[in-house]
């Protein structure tokens, strides 16, 4: 019976370190492209530079944030469509749902959670169109309601942001 606890205990670890391994992998094999534009910011620089600032309307928002990892590509051949698709069935393995999936155009833009006792964990934020692709990562603590405090309204095309649902249970389901 030792043994058997052991073995689970060990994999609950090894399961909590290894989390997110798509992402990362996903971000390192392209953050050294010539045309990638990678940034990888902790919380803590985050809350350092909100330090210097007189006024931001997401402070509360951004000290619930511990990571940002974004990955924006200007050439839409770097990222193929099966490249998102293993990112993305990996993401899932590794307990991410959509939250949301947008296609509008050319443009196709998916939500991502990872959520533990109804608070979001993980965002994940992906975004292609002919023209470019980008990946937003953020390790976080949110709660629903605080997914329609994030103003993308000063970020090009923005506005699909606004569709996301303020509490788990607005979520549409199939």
Not at 113 to 130: A, G, P, S
Not at 134 to 140: Q, R
């Amino acid at each position: 019976m030792k043994q058997i606890m052991l073995i689970c205990s060990l994999l609950a670890f090894n399961s909590s370190i290894f989390g997110q391994q798509s992402v990362k992998k996903f971000y390192n094999q392209l953050k050294h492209n010539e045309n990638v534009t990678s940034v990888k910011l902790q919380g803590w620089m985050i809350k350092s530079v909100l330090a210097f600032t007189d006024s931001f309307e997401g402070e509360d928002i951004v000290k619930k944030v511990s990571k940002i990892i974004v990955l924006s590509i200007d050439e839409n051949d770097i990222v193929t469509d099966r490249d998102i698709d293993i990112l993305v069935n990996d993401a899932k393995s590794e307990y991410y749902e959509d939250l949301m999936i947008i296609r509008e155009g050319t443009t196709r833009v998916r939500f991502m959670v990872k959520e533990n006792e109804q608070r979001i964990k993980n965002l994940l934020v992906i975004v292609k169109d002919t023209e470019a692709f980008t990946l937003i990562n953020l390790d976080c603590n949110l709660k629903w309601e605080d997914l329609k405090n994030i103003d993308f309204s000063k970020i090009d095309g923005g506005e699909v942001f606004d569709k996301i649902p303020t509490k788990k249970n607005e979520i549409p389901r199939a």
